[in-house]
T-cell receptor, first 111, second 114 residues
């Protein structure tokens, strides 16, 4: 079952913060975050494996609440290069490699 | 090196043509994937090969035929496609068997069926 992302789109000015949420109705074993720019391949950002785990990558971090089956991606002090579509991919059970992607969140950062 | 390469970058074919998409990775990964992505939609899983064996077929029509000749290569053979099959076809690879299994995507082949 496809995870649900919110918001569907967000527009920011450089330096502003954003949060993208991903929730699932099924138990999750891992959440994978990707960013895809127009006409390009999805680029892996990070993977969350444990409940309550928080990971960081430069000014992009994420959390995973296993009990609530939710993950959030935090983008702080956004840069123009952050623009793109963000997808969460979820895996459950023993099919570690089978990711189901959310519908995506379009992030646009303006100067 | 986290590179997955795909050829061709663009492909235009008629509904009676036969063509193939190619994917290659040199990361030593033993799982490879084909995804289909329509504009403004997420990637949709088509096939998964694990240790060169087809492990998942997401009820894909038989006009799409995958092949994994060895652990580094993945092909997708196309025959008698329909215009609605026009999309970006993405290949990915990963090292299977752990919860930290991360998929790395290639740049994709943009397919147009006329």
């Amino acid at each position: 079952q496809q995870p649900v992302q919110s918001p569907q789109a967000v527009i920011l000015r450089e330096g502003e913060d954003a949060v993208i949420n991903c929730s699932s109705s099924k138990a999750l074993y891992s959440v994978h975050w990707y960013r895809q720019k127009h006409g390009e391949a999805p680029v892996f950002l990070m993977i969350l494996l444990k409940g309550g785990e928080q990971k960081g990558h430069e000014k992009i971090s994420a959390s995973f609440n296993e009990k609530k089956q939710q993950s959030s991606l935090y983008l702080t002090a956004s840069q123009l290069s952050y623009s793109g579509t963000y997808f969460c991919g979820t895996a459950g059970g023993t099919s570690y490699g089978k990711l189901t992607f959310g519908q995506g969140t379009i992030l646009t950062v303006h100067p | 090196d986290t590179e997955v390469t795909q050829t061709p970058k663009h492909l235009v074919m008629g509904m009676t043509n036969k063509k193939s998409l190619k994917c290659e990775q040199h990361m030593g990964h033993r799982a490879m994937y084909w995804y289909k992505q329509k504009a403004k939609k997420p990637p949709e899983l088509m096939f998964v090969y694990s240790y060169e064996k087809l492990s998942i077929n997401e009820s894909v029509p038989s006009r799409f035929s995958p092949e994994c000749p060895n652990s580094s290569l993945l092909n997708l053979h196309l025959h008698a496609l329909q215009p609605e099959d026009s999309a970006l076809y993405l290949c990915a690879s990963s090292q299977p068997g752990t919860r930290q299994e991360t998929q790395y995507f290639g740049p994709g082949t943009r397919l147009l069926v006329l």
